[in-house]
């Protein structure tokens, strides 16, 4: 059980938008600490797609999109690409656990 | 350009002790916190530990504390997990990275990782 909660899958075709939801509580995401994103290919290690909630790294196009609110945070994706196919985290602070914290990743298929 | 390799994975027998390294490369390593992240088989990426940029402060998930040391050799550009009383569930891929910036920051940089498997 992941102190942050994601969907497990989602699913989308060509072309469409998606988001991935993130859901925290007060002593993560909900005190302030900033929401990092991570793509995981299959069979490569995560890289960083969104940080600080809302910045993407140079490279990460621009149909990559995150945001921030309350106790939740969300990464969507337009345009959808049958290369978006991987396993997306959140990753934030928890102050209760006074470490890093994982969301326990969301399987994207595009259709 | 930055890479970060890691080593010392392997097939090892519940109760044992291990040694993972992960040898840095292309950037200031002094000037980073580095971390150590895990990810059993088909599971999620769960994290592990944080060393400060020059050693003096780590950090742990409970659920290593006490079994688990992080360490780093600035002179080598390296740091090290070294993982005692090897259990079961301790079987993941292991993967260090690095830290931009504060303690709430995220993960820049990532290691291909190493293969630890505990089985008798």
């Known amino acids: 059980q992941s102190v942050l909660t994601q969907p497990p899958s989602v699913s989308g075709a060509p072309g469409q938008r998606v988001i991935i939801s993130c859901t925290g509580s007060?002593?993560?995401?909900?005190?302030?600490?900033?929401v990092h994103w991570y793509q995981q290919l299959p069979g490569a290690p995560p890289k960083v797609l969104i940080y600080?909630?809302?910045n993407r790294p140079s490279g990460v196009p621009d149909r990559f999109s995150g945001s921030k609110s309350g106790t939740s945070a969300s990464l969507a994706i337009t345009g959808l690409q049958a290369q978006d196919e991987a396993d997306y985290y959140c990753q934030s602070y928890d102050n209760s656990l006074g470490g890093v914290v994982f969301g326990g990743g969301t399987m994207l298929t595009v259709l | 350009q930055v890479q970060l390799v890691e080593s010392g994975g392997g097939v090892v027998q519940p109760g044992t002790s291990l040694r993972l390294s992960c040898a840095a490369s292309?950037?200031?390593?002094?000037?980073?916190?580095m971390t150590w992240v895990r990810q059993a088989p088909g599971k999620g990426l769960v994290w592990v530990a944080t060393i400060s940029h020059d050693g003096t402060n780590k950090y742990y998930a409970d659920s290593v504390k006490g079994r688990f040391a992080i360490s780093r050799d600035n002179f080598k550009k390296t740091v090290s997990l070294q993982i005692n009383s090897l259990r079961r569930e301790d079987t993941a891929v292991y993967y260090c990275a690095r830290r931009v910036g504060a303690t709430y920051s995220q993960f820049d940089q990532w290691g291909q990782g190493t293969l630890v498997t505990v089985s008798s």
């Open positions: 600080g909630n809302i």
């Open positions: 292309g950037f200031m390593f002094s000037s980073y916190a």
């Open positions: 007060s002593s993560n995401i909900g005190a302030g600490y900033d």
